[in-house]
């Protein structure tokens, strides 16, 4: 890794496990707890994860993945999901 990101990122967004989901997995399931009725939250997340977010979350109760958003390079990097 690049010294500026190993030197200044928090080891857990750099390490998240075998399929890079863990620190997703927690939020997920904390969120529906967290957020509001019609709450969003918005992660940017590696450009691999998007897909594997939303296949997460078929079984998800009380949370709706919208959307995959495009980066400055086109590449998909931020998840939208909503609380119904």
């Known amino acids: ?8 990122e928090d080891r857990g967004a750099l390490d998240g496990g075998e399929d890079g989901l863990d620190l997703v997995r927690v939020i997920l399931e904390h969120a ?5 009725h019609n709450g969003e939250l918005w992660m ?7 897909q594997m977010i939303e296949s997460l979350m078929e079984n998800s ?6 959307s ?4 400055y390079t086109g590449q998909p990097r931020f998840v939208r999901i ?3």
């Open 1 to 8: 890794l690049d010294p500026v990101v190993k030197d200044h």
């Open 32 to 36: 529906p707890m967290l957020l509001k």
């Open 44 to 50: 940017e997340v590696d450009r691999r994860h998007p």
């Open 61 to 66: 109760r009380g949370l709706e993945f919208v």
């Open 68 to 71: 995959a958003l495009d980066d």
């Open 82 to 84: 909503r609380k119904g």
